[in-house]
């Protein structure tokens, strides 16, 4: 009796020979892609839907963004002329000024220059001592460089992105050709035309951009000499005080 009882348990306790011993595991992993696929295909539908007007957006953007780079471009081009003539001109009469001791007709130099403000800083800190000159003069040399370098960042922004934004306008005009081909079952010639015309995209993107790029770095160079002037000026100032405090 105990024996059969022992030998009931045994078989109770072994798996029995017909039972799955991966049954229910499965069940996870199509409950974990069907929560995945619902994301990706609106992920998907959000991506063709984008691409369902094709790329006049993008090209009508780049457009914008060459209208308003040239206008820059120009803008400072005439800027940075008339800084660059005027500052020469400044120094001259600083230089005579100083040199005949006529401080006072410094004060009256009516030049559209950026450095300007050099001029109007050492003549109120004058006779304050070399020290206080020299860190005056810093500070406003300081200033001075971000009035010049004011707004170049737009144009260097232009430069660096505009050639991603114009890839971004092929992706979307070629998902559109793709779609259409698609939709209308037409034949390669028309898939061709479409990839054609998404290039565009990418061909106007670089036309923005490397007058941009050039352009920005030429202004950079023009930032730097304007700072070397007034990198003169500043050690005509105080030489000049340098004599002065020599005399008393």
Sequence with gaps: M??????????????????????????QQPIQEGQKA?????????????????????????????????????????????????????????????KEGR????????????????VSEALRTRRSGVTVISESLERERIRLRLRLEKRLNFLGTIGANAPFIGLLGTVIGIMHAFRELAEKGQGGEYVMAGISEALVATALGLFVAIPSAVFFNFFRKKVNDLLSLSEILTHMFLEYEVRYEGKD
């Design 2 to 27: 105990g024996q059969e009882t022992r030998g009931r348990r045994r078989d109770r306790d072994l798996p029995h020979p017909e039972a799955d011993p991966c049954e229910g595991c499965g069940d």
């Design 103 to 118: 401080l006072e007709s410094l004060a009256s130099l009516n030049l559209d220059s950026p450095l300007s403000s050099l």
């Design 38 to 98: 619902p994301r990706i295909m609106e992920i998907t539908r959000t991506l063709l839907n984008l691409s369902i007007g094709g790329n006049t957006w993008i090209l009508l953007l780049l457009l914008l963004l060459s209208v308003l780079s040239v206008a820059f471009i120009i803008e400072r081009l005439v800027l940075f002329r008339i800084w660059q003539k005027n500052s020469e001109r400044l120094i001259r009469h600083v230089g005579e000024g100083l």
